[in-house]
């Protein structure tokens, strides 16, 4: 068989329906282009507006650009060498080929007959259900004609030029999309991010009575929970203290229907349902530093900078990050689930834990049990425990998660989009700052078991939970219905889940920090990582409002004041400044590398340091180098500054490091062990505004940058 030489690919912007033109030749593009449009006018009489393409030499010839023209129809052409210009045809042609090369792998044809595959793929892609299209297949999208009663047009957001092109970019509050358009007239009206359908802002605020006390309180979660896909403002909750727990929702069973018998939940008196709470040690205060040193010099060799090419990695390709937080790393630890079944003394609380996951689960409705599919379909679960402990290392709580394993999970088959933007340490500081100038009030809440408020995008089966079998039917498996903890989905689905609450109770976030939401005024700040929420207000009642609000949605702990937050130590003072550190973790790293016990030095670098660095030694593990610069590189950007010349001078050597350069580490290291509680210390400026002079020609001068509020970091202990 003598197969073809090129392919053309037509797509309709709007049903992304397509059509294939097998080629012997370029030259045929142009009248096969001109054949689809004839065979599109003769079908629904109408012809097409716009024909995009790239600038390829194939539809460049005179007599098709004046065939074109005279038909009325804008042939748009891209700049050369731009193919994002065209994205939607450069996605299609990957996806066109994945299919085919697919095609004749599965059925072993020869590759002469890759013409005959790709038009078999043009049909699956016509057919089959498209997610751009809500799952609905090409062929089935038809567009609904408008009215001439409509007003013709409608107001938008103005973003910016289009690039390589006359045309603006805009948003759409309604439909959440980028619209380019040029035809559009500039209007002195203002439009919001969101439009005034979309959120809804609370009409009235009842008072909240009972205050929110200084430790973690739960607040049980209503037995019925609004819709969040609707827009209907939600009322304020009854916040008295309830006088039994809601009736836990067994999961809905498909064939037979009958609830679910679990085991019983109850715990044996003699295990404590809460864990002391020590009382908080004291520090003693040194004040910050007022000078800093008049030249700082360096004599760093350009021979001892590394250089490498950065390594690009897929989406899905690669070693999946890690889902740990910083504070997961430094302040929680995890327990085999053998090992923690076998302590006489905290088996009782393990077991409690459990049961409260359990019960969670179930309340949720987070799966219904159906048979199995089969086991190739089935993913497994565990238990996780962890014993959450506070700054100095006591423990506060155990807690239990029923996790599946997201390793077995499919891409395109049990999940699709898994990013989900995480809280910016740098925001963080900028609320601290803010809520010590203008004397705010800060509140934390965390939200429990937030992961199984989201829904599922895609079927997912996963055995039943470890000791909690149903009788009779332990080979049946959970078809979930929320985002469980360990499937690759559930922090993004969280996180849907959790903005589209606070667009509801009138908050929103910006492009620059998706986690950091705030209210019309600029009054109200809500600093989220994953679960854990920061709040920071012009009063106490406005945050006490909103936990109320979202009171009705979530179960949720609240804290006024806390201590910790994104693994940071927060020491509050008297005089309304506030210091944060990382004791703990300074802590972890003297453990790490057994200098806990070392005698500490005043300096965090010897005065001769750039000649030990040049000297010739015995060379150093590379492994125990780079993870004890990693450790400290991280201290120095969240806490102590005062470390990052010395890190980033021994940061140098990491590929081949010697005796020396451990030694200086090691000095570095005692440093540590006479300072670990040093950190940031957030005080009152005078004034709360900042300048910025531009000259005539847009351009900010050094000398004209005028910093009226400065960010003033000090050292304290």
Known sequence: KHSTRYVLVIIDNFSRFNRVYLLTQKSQAEAKLLSFINEIKNKIHRLPAYLHSDRGGEFNSTQFRTNVEAMGIVFERGPANSPQTNGIAERFNQALLTKCRCLLAQSNVPINFWDEAVKYSSLLINNLPSRSLNWNSPVFVSRSMGSKILPPSKPLLYLGPEDYSDAGRFFDPQSHRIVISQDYTPTNLKFDYHSPDSVKKPTTILPYSPPIPNTFTTIPLQPSSPNLTSQQQPTLPNLSPPTQEPPDVPIEVTEPEEPIEHQPTSVSPASPSRIPIPQKKGYSYVPHFTTAPQNISSSISRDNILTSSRRNKSATGGNPPSSSTDEDLFLNEDVPFKTALQ???????????????????????????????????????????????????????????????????????????????????????????????????????????????????????????????????????????????????????????????????????????????????????????????????????????????????????????????????????????????????????????????????????????????????????????????????????????????????????????????????????????????????????????????????????????????????????
């Open 343 to 717: 302590d006489p003394i905290e088996a009782p609380r393990w077991k409690e834990a459990m049961d409260k996951e359990f019960n969670s689960l179930t309340s949720k409705n987070t799966g219904t049990l159906v048979p199995s599919p089969g086991t190739d379909k089935t993913i497994g679960g565990m238990w996780r425990l962890v014993r959450k402990r506070n700054e100095f290392g006591e423990v506060l709580k155990y807690k239990a998660c029923w996790v599946c394993f997201g390793n077995h999970q499919e891409h395109q088959v049990n999940y699709f989009d898994t990013y989900s933007a995480v809280a910016r340490t740098e925001s963080f500081k900028v609320l601290l700052s803010i809520l010590v100038n203008r004397k705010y009030s800060a509140y934390q809440f965390d939200v429990e078991t937030a992961f199984l408020y989201g829904e599922m995008d895609a079927p997912n089966y996963v055995t039943q939970v470890a000791n909690y079998e149903v009788p009779g039917k332990e080979d049946w498996v959970w078809k979930l219905n929320k985002s469980l903890y360990g499937t690759k989905q559930a922090p993004r689905q969280w996180k849907a889940h959790l903005v589209n609450t606070l667009n509801l109770l009138g908050l929103s976030s910006k492009d620059t920090d998706k986690c950091l939401f705030t209210n019309h005024n600029k009054t109200l700040f809500l600093h989220i990582h994953v679960d854990d929420g920061f709040i920071v207000g012009e009063s106490e009642s406005m945050i006490k409002d909103l936990l109320t609000l979202l009171n009705q949605t979530y179960t949720i702990k609240t804290k006024k004041y806390p201590t910790q937050h994104l693994g940071y130590t927060l020491d509050w003072q008297s005089d309304g400044s506030i210091i944060i550190h990382q004791l703990d973790f300074c802590t972890k790293i003297l453990e790490e590398f057994n200098m806990l016990s070392s005698n500490s030095i005043k300096t965090p670098a010897p005065a001769n340091i750039h000649n030990t660095v040049a000297q010739t030694s015995t060379p150093f593990s590379k492994h125990t180098m780079q993870k004890a610069i990693g450790m400290l590189n991280y201290l120095a950007l969240h806490t102590r500054p005062d470390i990052m010349f010395t890190t980033n001078l021994l940061s140098q050597f990491i590929s081949k490091p010697t005796m020396s350069h451990w030694n200086l580490v090691k000095h570095l290291l005692r440093y540590l062990n006479g300072t670990r509680g040093l950190g940031l210390h957030y005080t009152k400026t005078q004034q709360h505004e900042s300048k910025l002079a531009i000259p005539s020609h847009g351009q900010p001068r050094s000398n004209q940058l005028l910093h009226n509020q400065p960010l003033r970091l000090s050292l304290s202990q």
